[in-house]
């Protein structure tokens, strides 16, 4: 089994923005994480992160066909980002959407999500914490739905 875990604008910044909404953790220690959790379950996870909408839907087109699902945290490109979105109509394997923040707690423009409506679910306000879980979530939704 192979998970994208695909990451949108600013998220390379982690560590430096905002501790209230996104903890101190670097994101290269995110990312070791990830990669730690999910070869011990037993997935191998490609993680990207691009702060450019074309990067990151040229990366979901390239590496989709050869991969069961997808982990994303849009960032920003989350409120609005369409063609982001299309790319992962497009990409034709199921997603789950994380976000650190908990955005539905946080402004009303943050609460808008032109993902989770392509996603199977939902992650968020759980921290870095809230990758492992949707990675979980998604294991757990392909075995089921072989």
Known sequence: MKILVVNGPNLNNLGKRDESHYGSELFSDVIITIEKFSKEAGVETNCFQSNSEGELISFIQNEASSSDGIV????????????????????????????????????????????????????????TSGYLYAIELLIHYLENAA
């Not at 989350?78 to 539905?104: A, C, F, M, Q, W």
């Open 72 to 127: 994303i945290n849009a960032g920003a490109l989350t409120h609005y980002g369409l063609s982001l979105r299309d790319s992962l109509i497009d990409s034709k394997i199921p997603l789950v959407e994380i976000h650190i923040s908990n955005i539905h707690q946080r402004e009303k423009y943050r609460r808008t999500s032109v993902v989770e409506s392509v996603a199977i679910g939902q992650v968020a306000g759980f921290g």
